[in-house]
């Protein structure tokens, strides 16, 4: 009998080849596709998420976690779609204009798809045009903007004014080292997120 606890394990110390074969196995069984999910992958990078806000692990134990969490869902990704299982909500992400940096972005992203939401990931230097056009095509309740230099800040705002302007229906997060809340209240962003883990949880606040 595949044991769900020995996956949650598994993602928490990112022991990818477990991951895998407890994943395989536990469909072999006839599992839910869903249980599999819930009580194995989300559970275990639920933890990973606890730890690292606590500073009790840091963040390239939180990218093999992540690992091992992806190549999970790729065995698990096709049975969830057959079994109409629908992702928790719609998130895209990416690093406004004259920003290439991806560290925290695709952290936030790993920790996203970790909790069950679907992410589309925009990759860096992403203009405000791009974020609309983007946010109008593919219908995500949650946009994420992220920065790490003070010189591309305005881009953030630029970006959640050209959203609000073109209608799109989505609630505006944004982070990065140089990011405060009380930076997001002034450019109308709908919240801050100091770490990767705070970021999801805004997420699932900003869904309800």
């Given at each position: ?65 992540a690992r091992a969490m992806k ?62 056009a983007m946010a109008k095509e ?71």
């Open positions: 009998m595949a044991d769900l606890k020995v996956l949650c394990d598994a993602i928490i110390k990112g022991d990818q080849k477990t991951a895998v074969d407890v994943t395989k196995a536990a469909l072999n069984e006839g599992m839910e596709p869903s249980e599999i999910l819930n009580d194995g992958l989300i559970a275990g990078m639920n933890v990973v998420g606890v730890r690292f806000k606590a500073n009790e692990v840091y963040i390239p134990e939180v990218l093999i976690a190549m999970a869902m790729e065995i698990l990704e096709p049975k969830l779609i057959e079994a109409g299982v629908k992702p928790l909500g719609k998130a895209m992400i990416g690093t406004v204009q004259g920003d290439l940096h991806d560290i925290g972005k695709n952290l936030v992203a790993m920790m996203l798809k970790g909790a069950g939401f679907e992410v589309v990931d925009l990759g860096v230097d992403v203009s405000p045009d791009k974020f609309v593919n219908s995500p309740q949650v946009v994420g903007l992220s920065a790490l230099l003070t010189t591309t800040m305005p881009a953030m705002e630029k970006t959640i004014v050209a959203l609000k302007e073109s209608g799109v229906p989505v609630k505006t997060m944004i982070g990065g080292a140089p990011v405060t809340q009380a930076y997001a209240d002034k450019i109308g962003a709908h919240g801050y997120a100091p770490d990767a883990a705070s970021a999801v949880d805004l997420a699932k606040t900003l869904l309800n």
